[in-house]
């Protein structure tokens, strides 16, 4: 199973860096503005390219922060590793 978040972007003609970085710049637009949770929010209801995030983060009983430590265990990635370049 692929990275649910990576592969909700479309990104058949860009390197795996250029992913990071939209995601990153993706989390400083959300960071950014005035209301951080509504603007999450309306990103992932709104694009249809984050429609597995909202399915996996779904399958983990509704609750993002469970999905994302399951799926870096499942992927033997430290989730702090992760977490730390977010910030």
């Known amino acids: 199973m692929s ?5 909700s972007f479309n990104r058949q003609s860009v390197a795996p860096q250029s992913n990071s ?8 637009q959300v960071k950014n503005s005035s209301n951080p949770t ?18 996996y ?11 994302f430590y399951n799926l870096a265990a499942q992927k033997g990635v430290d989730p702090n590793t992760i977490l730390s370049q977010l910030r």
């Open 3 to 7: 990275n649910p978040i990576f592969s």
């Open 38 to 55: 509504e603007a999450m929010e309306k990103m992932l209801t709104n694009n249809p390219n984050f429609q597995g995030v909202v399915n």
């Open 21 to 28: 970085n939209s995601l990153l710049d993706l989390m400083r």
């Open 57 to 67: 983060i779904n399958q983990n009983g509704g609750d993002a922060k469970t999905a």
